[in-house]
């Protein structure tokens, strides 16, 4: 999946889980310009900064998500030109889950409404380290209410 394209997303819906498809680059709710001019990279919010930066900060404190993977690619600079490695789950389970954000955006020239996320990311474990110095936030399924 790249960037901009729907991906699968587990939000809150009235105290229960629902999944959704949604476009992964977060539109904030207040963002007032066409989404043609949101022109920063917002797929991607590190841990770190999510809850100063105001492009994530709102969707930090009330709309969490939970996005549901088989796996996920880091890109390594070589010589050749960049190296893409593929990392899923050690036990071979079929899929790991990545903390992230959501909101909703109205279009106002259209009037549609439209949903985003971001993956939230953060160091390196020391295996994907040798690879990338940044990696999916990952949560085991204990984490998912937290």
């Known amino acids: 999946m790249c960037p901009t394209t729907t991906i699968d997303t587990i939000v809150d819906r009235n105290g229960a889980r629902a999944l959704f498809g949604i476009r992964w680059g977060l539109v904030p709710s207040w963002w007032s310009k066409p989404l ?18 105001p492009f994530f900060r709102e969707a930090f404190k009330r709309k969490r998500c939970l996005i549901p993977v088989s796996g996920y690619y880091e890109w390594k600079d070589t010589p050749e030109g960049k190296q893409p490695y593929y990392f899923t789950a050690r036990d071979g389970s079929p899929a790991l889950t990545i903390a992230g954000l959501w909101d909703e955006w109205h279009d106002k020239a259209s009037g549609e409404t439209l949903k985003s996320c971001t993956m939230i990311i953060t160091g390196p474990n020391e295996f994907v380290a ?4 940044r990696m999916p936030a990952l949560l085991a399924d204990r984490d998912f209410e937290p």
């Not at 043609?36 to 930066?53: I, Q």
């Open 36 to 53: 043609k001019e949101l022109r920063l990279a917002t797929f991607n919010a590190r841990a770190e900064t999510v809850a100063e930066k």
């Open 130 to 133: 040798q690879v990338h110095d």
